[in-house]
């Protein structure tokens, strides 16, 4: 049987095993879901073992843990990892979602359920990929190793440390990642690089409590207008970072780089119109592919405080908070980043207000080049299945751990994704187009088949 036949005759099977995993709310950030952390890392553990993978164990962090399985019986052929994780995002906001985030559908060809995309459904197929060859063929015709955790939408804070602890467990040849998405449909990419991220938060606070705005309105600072006033500090006229030292380490866009954006030939009025926008807005001199997978940002992602209830209050709040993250590239560092964020803060904050800030996540960018082996050998398994060979782009989301896995394993990463930019990843009606499932499964077989 053709591993065509083989994915058909099952796919229905296959994707209620996938809705079932789906349905499990392995939500990181949020605490009150450390149980169902643990069931979803106990639901792949057991998918693994079906699967016919060997030395299948969980390992405790000092967050959510990581699970490992290998199969190693191709003595003389290369070793891939494959690394995923098994977390998702929260849903909020759940009114936009058509059905329940963890209640699976299938509507129009698309799969969903939070984590459809992003990133159990493509973790998924890396499974159904390796238990085909070992049912067909009753072996797997390279060595493989799998490091699936549950922090990577918290930014993996531990995954470093299990990496180094455990180097030589996980020594291989390359590691393979599928949590990036295809150019368009029907066009499949290979990520060559991925911003970095650096996260804050933002506390103004003024007076020791809350104000009457009859009493006290016009004679002392209101925090929400001295935050507002402060973050409006951060980005100039013309769509650039206005802080002192945030872009360090960034590099010149190359003539070559440029044209190798261009050849993707991204509709940017399609974009915009998708999008229901009036324009598209960024830095200025730069393309719209170009900003969202070259050039490093700083972007609000939430601002709050005083009363947010139904109707009015007429005061003046005591405080007001902001969100910040900021993808970075190149040879940024994030500690420089946060940094400089936090003394222009302090330097810009109006008379009367203060300014706290907590700094959070960091990761460095992640490159690699294109003419590695490993990436090549993926590039033509595109082209057998989609019957175009990827092209090899850069990426505007952040996987922090990927620069700890070359650094560590000093190994080529290959990311192979079969998502959609589409799918709503981190949203509500978050999907998976099962096009791009069954035709990932057949692309994995041909990449590992090539090896």
Same mark, same amino acid.
């Given at each position: ?15 209620? $095993? ?6 499990? /709310?392995s939500?990181? #950030?949020?605490? @009150?879901?450390?149980? %169902?952390?643990?069931? *979803?890392?106990?639901?792949l ?68 359920a ?34 699936? $955790? ?6 993996? /804070?531990?995954?470093? #440390?299990?990496l @180094?602890?455990?180097? %030589?467990?996980?020594? *291989? ?30 506390t ?31 980005h ?7 802080v ?39 830095e ?86 294109p ?8 590039a ?28 560590v ?43």
């Amino acid at each position: 049987m053709s591993y065509a036949e083989y994915f058909s005759s099952r796919r229905d099977e296959h994707l209620n $095993e996938l809705k079932d995993w789906l349905s499990i /709310p392995s939500i990181s #950030a949020l605490s @009150e879901h450390k149980a %169902d952390i643990r069931r *979803a890392a106990d639901w792949l553990m057991g998918a693994l073992e079906r699967a016919g993978l060997e030395h299948i164990e969980l390992h405790p962090t000092s967050g959510h843990p990581v699970v490992y399985a290998d199969y190693l019986h191709a003595p003389g052929k290369p070793t891939l990892l494959i690394y995923g994780h098994y977390d998702v995002q929260p849903v909020d906001p759940l009114n936009l979602w058509t059905t329940p985030p963890f209640e699976p559908d299938i509507r129009d060809g698309k799969l969903y359920a939070r984590g459809a995309t992003d990133d159990k459904g493509q973790v998924f197929l890396h499974i159904k990929a390796l238990e085909a060859f070992l049912k067909q063929e009753g072996a797997l015709p390279v060595n493989v190793k799998l490091c699936i $955790e549950g922090e990577e939408e918290i930014g993996s /804070p531990h995954l470093t #440390a299990f990496l @180094e602890a455990n180097r %030589d467990k996980l020594a *291989a040849d390359a590691v393979v990642v599928s949590d990036t998405a295809l150019l368009e449909r029907g066009r499949p990419a290979i990520c060559t690089g991925l911003r970095g991220l650096a996260s804050m938060e933002v506390t103004v606070s003024t007076a020791n409590t809350d104000l009457h705005s009859g009493s006290y309105g016009g004679g002392v600072p209101n925090a929400l207008h001295a935050i507002v006033s402060l973050l409006a500090t951060l980005h100039d006229d013309k769509g650039r970072v206005a802080v002192d030292g945030f872009y360090e380490g960034v590099p010149e866009l190359s003539p070559l780089m440029r044209e190798e954006f261009a050849k993707q030939g991204v509709n940017e009025e399609q974009i915009r119109e998708s999008l229901g926008l009036g324009a598209l807005y960024g830095e200025e001199g730069y393309s719209f592919v170009e900003r969202i997978g070259a050039r490093p940002t700083l972007e609000l992602n939430g601002v709050y405080g005083g009363f947010q209830g139904e109707g009015s209050k007429t005061v003046i709040p005591k405080e007001a908070h902001a969100k910040i993250t900021c993808r970075l590239v190149g040879e940024q560092d994030p500690q420089h980043v946060l940094d400089a964020i936090e003394k222009h803060l302090k330097a810009n904050i109006q008379t009367g207000a203060e300014v706290a800030v907590k700094q959070m996540e960091k990761a460095t960018a992640f490159n690699i080049d294109p003419s590695n082996e490993f990436l090549q050998i993926a590039a033509d398994a595109y082209g057998k299945v989609y019957g175009t060979r990827a092209l090899f782009t850069k990426d505007g989301g952040s996987i922090p751990i990927m620069a700890s896995f070359s650094r560590v394993l000093q190994a080529p990463v290959v990311l192979m994704g079969f998502g959609l930019g589409d799918e709503n990843l981190h949203a509500p009606d978050e999907h998976f187009n099962l096009e791009n499932f069954d035709k990932g499964l057949l692309t994995l077989v041909e990449f590992i088949r090539a090896l």
